[in-house]
């Protein structure tokens, strides 16, 4: 199974600031994904990131608030710019990976999230 | 629009006792793939078990198993003999295509 890293593990950041959390994955992978965790709340879908093409996002998350770059097929980096309290959250990147079991099928891995809070 | 609905936002369990977890959800889609995660206080996302739509038997992973009833779209985990390190949040999850979409968890307290 695909073993996820990301840094900062944790970061306090003043409003108006930006912050770029990395990805990194110790094999290539073709899709990386971005996930928000607010405090106390289930895990909502940012973006899709594949390597060579703009990110995909989901509604109500938008490019200039989110940049994602994607550089190659191992890492991926999530800016959230201009910050407010309200992006206190955990931040996850995931990938998939497959898994040869009845059939097959495609396991998503979490990295171990970036807790962000923003004063 | 798939919709994943966790009813129990908390529950606790005496140790070496069973619990379930219900998951309920809603797709138009005929395949789809249907997820339990558990996160500690830590924060990381653990996968605990898979179900596919198609999938004519109830998947098992060691102490977990799912309880897939998918004439009435559920989709229940079950936890047996609990122990004290199962205290956390579970997510329940449904994918199609790619995409992952999460229920509001339940929090499982294992009190000794």
């Known amino acids: 199974s695909a073993v996820i890293s990301q840094k900062p593990s944790r970061d306090i950041c003043q409003r108006g600031t930006s912050l770029t959390i990395q990805c990194q994955v110790d094999s290539q992978v073709t899709m990386m994904f971005w996930y928000r965790q607010q405090p106390g709340q289930s895990l909502t879908l940012i973006a899709t990131a594949n390597q060579g093409s703009e990110a995909t996002y989901e509604s109500g998350f938008v490019i200039d608030k989110f940049p994602i770059s994607r550089p190659n097929l191992t890492f991926s980096t999530l800016t959230v710019s201009n910050m407010s309290p309200e992006d206190s959250s955990i931040y996850l990147c995931s990938v998939e990976d497959r898994r040869e079991e009845r059939g097959y099928y495609n396991e998503q891995f979490f990295g171990p999230g970036t807790r962000l809070t923003v004063l | 629009a798939q919709k994943i609905t966790q009813t129990q936002p908390g529950m606790f369990v005496q140790e070496k006792e069973a619990v379930t977890l219900d998951c309920t959800y809603d797709?138009?889609?005929?395949?789809?793939?249907l997820f339990w995660y558990k996160q500690p206080s830590s924060g990381e996302m653990i996968f605990l078990i898979y179900?596919?739509?198609?999938?004519?038997q109830n998947a098992t992973e060691g102490r977990y198993s799912l309880n897939f009833q998918k004439a009435r779209k559920s989709a229940n985990l079950v936890i047996s003999a609990s122990q004290l390190g199962d205290s956390a949040m579970y997510f329940c999850a449904m994918t199609n295509d790619y995409k992952l979409s999460f229920g509001a968890g339940t929090t499982v307290t294992v009190r000794a």
């Open positions: 797709t138009s889609d005929p395949s789809y793939g």
């Open positions: 179900q596919g739509s198609y999938d004519q």
